[in-house]
């Protein structure tokens, strides 16, 4: 192993993993387009991702088995053929059967993505390192979400759908390429990957990945602080900030350049923290948890549209939400051997998306309920009906936070019996602020007895 060869398949890696965020986040800044394609309601179009989610979610505990036993480059390469191959079935349909087909493909492709990208990095790097570069790994492959944002939106409304969806795919031709060519599992010298298991030894491994709390800790921090986000932009937030807030389409393709320049900033923040203070993960997890509420209060509960500066708030709070659901994988990774961190990985990733799929599902059944009731005044995405269908969002955050702290318990009374002890944070905080007046002291006591 070298630096250099390190970076160079995290490189590869990464730029696989963009790729899958530009055709995972596509179809949310194609939705109003969507609607009139396929001359579908509100329910029909969230299906769309629902049910590429589904599949995602679906998808994640076998490809981290799977990528325990093949490898990063097999599932890489094989999961950007299949995004390719949605693109471009989807490029081609004008009924919502074969659209619905075309992002069940990128559904599967995008699942085999991340999971076999984040195996690479404990394998590549050292461990004092392995914090910072999974941030560094979700904060670059945001950029993918700007590619979905601006040059696709701009293809998708100057050259129409077609031409569109079809660069989306050759993207993904782009990416088996150099993942073919240039990335490899491990390391010269490094422990071949162990034989194949049987069925019977594939469950142990799930079981005791499953059994063990701190996978389950990670599991819920990623379920309540990353859903939100991908409500927003995979499918509800252009429909909500152009149709119910009246913002223009460029408006809304800076705020959602925003989210993602806040996403990449952000990351390496929130790896250094994780680096530096192991033991207040779940702190960090709540406190995200909390502003992420915090903002989407402060939008749905004004009596009229928001101004521009507090959804530029809302974004920011939101985009906060990607790095920190990082931290539920940094959990996977300590408290797991290395044979199985796919696996564990696996687990964790499928908590934020299953959350997403069913808060899309619910706000785009919500929205059809009441205009079908007349509620909306036969203004289907009117601000109104929103302000009601988003507002499910916080079940989700409430029964996520109560989780985290149930598992929380679990994970510590299992430190506690190896005899590492977790202080309660205002006792750290307190204990931290003492010594720190010490020190000072120590310091004030050492320039008078020097002074002559």
């Not at 599991?219 to 995979?234: D, I, K, P, Y």
């Not at 909390?290 to 549209?305: D, F, G, K, M, Q």
């Not at 539920?328 to 044979?339: K, L």
Request: glycine share 10%.
């Amino acid at each position: 192993m070298n630096a250099p060869r390190a970076w160079l398949i995290w490189t590869i890696g990464v730029l696989a993993y963009l790729v899958a965020v530009a055709q995972r986040t596509s179809f949310g800044v194609s939705g109003l387009e969507a609607t009139e394609r396929f001359h579908a309601s509100a329910a029909a179009i969230s299906f769309f991702t629902v049910l590429q989610l589904l599949v995602y979610a679906g998808l994640q505990i076998p490809v981290g088995l799977l990528v325990d036993r093949f490898g990063s480059r097999a599932m890489i390469a094989s999961g950007a053929v299949l995004m390719g191959l949605g693109q471009l079935q989807l490029a081609y349909a004008d009924a919502v059967t074969a659209g619905v087909l075309g992002r069940v493909l990128v559904g599967a492709g995008d699942a085999m993505t991340f999971v076999s990208v984040i195996r690479l990095v404990p394998i590549w790097f050292a461990p004092a390192r392995v914090p910072l570069v999974t941030q560094l790994t979700g904060m670059s492959g945001q950029l993918g979400q700007l590619i979905s944002v601006v040059p696709f939106a701009l293809v998708l409304h100057s050259a129409g759908w077609n031409t569109a969806f079809l660069a989306l795919s050759s993207l993904s031709a782009l990416a088996v390429v150099l993942v073919l060519a240039l990335l490899r599992d491990v390391p010269p010298g490094h422990p071949p990957r162990e034989s194949a298991q049987g069925l019977r030894a594939t469950g142990v491994t799930l079981a005791r990945a499953w059994r063990q709390p701190g996978t389950r800790l990670g599991l819920w921090c990623h379920f309540t602080v990353q859903f939100s986000g991908n409500v927003f932009a995979m499918s509800w937030g252009y429909p909500f900030l152009v149709s119910a807030q009246g913002l223009n389409p460029a408006t809304v393709s800076a705020l959602m350049g925003l989210f993602v320049v806040t996403s990449i900033l952000v990351g390496p923040l929130f790896g250094t923290f994780v680096a530096r203070h192991p033991m207040r993960r779940s702190a960090m997890v709540l406190l995200i948890t909390a502003a992420t509420a915090l903002a989407w209060a402060a939008v749905l509960l004004l009596p009229s549209r928001a101004p521009l500066w507090l959804l530029a708030v809302l974004v920011v709070a939101l985009a906060i939400g990607g790095p920190g659901s990082m931290i539920g994988f940094d959990f996977a990774r300590t408290f797991n051997p290395s044979h199985r961190i796919g696996t564990a990985t696996g687990i964790v990733n499928v908590g934020g998306f299953v959350a997403a799929l069913l808060t899309i599902y619910l706000v785009g059944l919500i929205l059809d309920l009441l205009h079908t009731g007349g509620f909306s005044g036969g203004e289907l995405y009117g601000l109104p009906s929103f302000r009601i269908a988003l507002s499910v969002q916080f079940l989700f955050l409430l029964v996520g936070t109560v989780l985290i702290l149930m598992t929380r318990r679990k994970v510590r009374r299992q430190m506690a019996a190896q005899g590492v002890h977790v202080p309660p944070l205002l006792v750290s905080l307190a204990n931290q602020r003492r010594r720190r007046v010490e020190l000072r002291r120590e310091r004030l006591a050492k320039q008078r007895s020097s002074t002559p």
